[in-house]
């Protein structure tokens, strides 16, 4: 299974990006997905998360800015990013819990792509 997102870039304060990430390979379903963040000498966080059936939470920084979706179909996850300001520059990390054919869980990582909000 891998993760591939895209989407990252540099962007001025105000403006807007979209990430994507879909997971490939043999899954039998994807239960929780997910993005976080790690700007440059701080801890990784949690941006958004998603549940299958489409619940979301987000972090209270990017709530009102942030939009989190799925596409089940797909197994893709996305986040739409509006209002952008300098402090959420960091490289964003999609995740995803999911269930393998062996019917256990496990939990993957993209490789992380890179947002630059220029002020």
């Known amino acids: 299974v891998q993760l591939q997102a895209s989407g990252g870039g540099l962007v001025q304060a105000g403006g807007s990006l979209r990430l994507s990430c879909a997971a490939s390979?043999?899954?039998?379903?994807?239960?929780?997905m997910g993005w976080y963040r790690q700007a440059a000498g701080k801890q990784r966080e949690l941006v958004a998360s998603?549940?299958?059936?489409?619940?979301?939470s987000y972090a209270d920084s990017v709530k009102g800015r942030f939009t989190i979706s799925r596409d089940n179909a797909k197994n893709t996850v996305y986040l739409q990013m509006n209002s952008l300001k300098p402090e959420d520059t960091a490289v964003y990390y999609c995740?995803?819990?999911?269930?393998?054919?062996?019917?256990?869980?496990?939990?993957?990582w993209g490789p992380g792509t890179l947002v630059t909000v220029s002020s």
């Open positions: 390979g043999i899954i039998f379903s994807i239960i929780d």
């Open positions: 995740n995803a819990g999911l269930v393998r054919l062996d019917l256990r869980n496990y939990d993957y």
């Open positions: 998603i549940t299958k059936g489409g619940t979301t």
